[in-house]
T-cell receptor, first 111, second 112 residues
Framework: TQLLEQSPQFLSIQEGENLTVYCNSS?????LQWYRQEPGEGPVLLVT?????EVKKLKRLTFQFGDARKDSSLHITAAQPGDTGLYLC???????????FGQGTELSVKP | KAGVTQTPRYLIKTRGQQVTLSCSPISGHRSVSWYQQTPGQGLQFLFE???????NKGNFPGRFSGRQFSNSRSEMNVSTLELGDSALYLCATASAANTEAFFGQGTRLTVV
């Protein structure tokens, strides 16, 4: 069974604080994706990490792929209310089109 | 470029009925995947179609089925609806060249 454990499930912070979301598995992925979903909408792709040890930055968001390609993290610096939403990690296997999602992290950033 | 279009957006059905949901992919995308999202289970993979063939299948009962047409549009069908089938059903499409998925807004199905 391919499982992705995402933590924390819920996070409520003040504007300006930093936070990290973790995504862990015992399986190796060909790549890993991070999505953000707002209420009433489908998930929107933020980034794909492919190489073990890879780090990608998207403005205040930093994504890291573990060396063994089994885990990943999302770090947000100086969070803003506009960052509020559900953050999802998804593992991609060499099977084309099938994503295994973590449970998601519900982030609330209060002004 | 139009995004992924799912219809209908909302649906209320009675237990025992059947339902058909539709997904129109981004132009040029031949892969269409379906996911079920619930508060308790999160996003779970149902199946994926590519060039009218089911390429991957998740762990859902046979009541859940799908198909893809020659224009890449896809439908999923759920027969003999149960209360537990109430969920947001999401469709995601991707080009043949990569696996970056683009999601539709989903169909919110409520079974009463």
């Amino acid at each position: 069974t391919q499982l992705l454990e995402q933590s924390p499930q819920f996070l409520s912070i003040q504007e300006g604080e930093n936070l990290t979301v973790y995504c862990n598995s015992s399986s190796v992925f060909s790549s890993l994706q991070w999505y953000r979903q707002e209420p009433g909408e489908g998930p929107v792709l933020l980034v794909t990490v492919v190489t073990g040890g890879e780090v990608k930055k998207l403005k205040r968001l930093t994504f890291q792929f573990g060396d063994a390609r089994k885990d990943s993290s999302l770090h947000i610096t100086a969070a803003q209310p506009g960052d509020t939403g559900l953050y999802l990690c998804a593992g991609v296997y060499n099977q084309g089109g099938k994503l295994i999602f973590g449970q998601g992290t519900e982030l609330s950033v209060k002004p | 470029k139009a995004g992924v279009t799912q219809t209908p957006r909302y649906l209320i059905k009675t237990r025992g009925q059947q339902v058909t949901l539709s997904c129109s992919p981004i132009s040029g995308h031949r892969s269409v995947s379906w996911y079920q999202q619930t508060p308790g289970q999160g996003l779970q993979f149902l199946f994926e179609y590519f060039s009218e063939t089911q390429r991957n299948k998740g762990n859902f009962p046979g009541r859940f089925s799908g198909r893809q047409f020659s224009n890449s549009r896809s439908e999923m069908n759920v027969s003999t609806l149960e209360l537990g089938d109430s969920a947001l059903y999401l469709c995601a499409t991707a080009s043949a060249a990569n696996t970056e998925a683009f999601f539709g807004q989903g169909t919110r199905l409520t079974v009463v």
